[in-house]
């Protein structure tokens, strides 16, 4: 089993920024693909980044191009994504999720196979 905790959520005005971090334990997780999901009240889990093992390529949803960025640190089991330019939208919860494998790029939840307990990020506008 991997042990997913994020950590770094809060409560930001519009325009700020945050660092969510996720730290993996248990198992390794050489090799895995490592993915962030949001979800607002009321709606589905959503994709927002992922990053690759070994080549570090990344995939973003269109919705955080360009305010977001996902990085990993493989000898630490860390991966990062900062949020910049926040917006009242951008309120979810995070979650940290990892793939063993599968196609690239995973952005269904059905595709991850282990999940975080997610860290909430309020925007005020």
């Known amino acids: 089993q991997v042990q997913l905790v994020e950590s770094g959520g809060g409560l930001v005005q519009a325009g700020g920024a945050l660092r969510l971090s996720c730290a993996a334990s248990?198992?390794?997780?050489?090799?895995?693909?490592m993915g962030w999901f949001r979800q607002a009240p009321g709606q589905d889990r959503e994709f927002v980044a992922v990053?690759?093992?070994?080549?570090?390529?990344?995939y973003y949803a269109d919705s955080v191009k360009g305010r977001f960025t996902i990085s990993r640190d493989n000898a630490e089991n860390t991966v990062t994504l900062q949020v910049a330019g926040l917006k009242p939208e951008d309120t979810a919860t995070y979650y940290c999720?990892?793939?063993?494998?599968?196609?690239?790029?995973?952005?269904?939840?059905?595709?991850?196979?282990?999940w975080g307990q997610g860290t909430q990020v309020t925007v005020s506008s």
């Open positions: 999720a990892a793939q063993n494998r599968g196609i690239w790029p995973p952005t269904a939840e059905y595709q991850y196979d282990y």
């Open positions: 990053i690759r093992y070994s080549t570090l390529m990344t």
């Open positions: 248990g198992r390794t997780v050489i090799g895995y693909r």
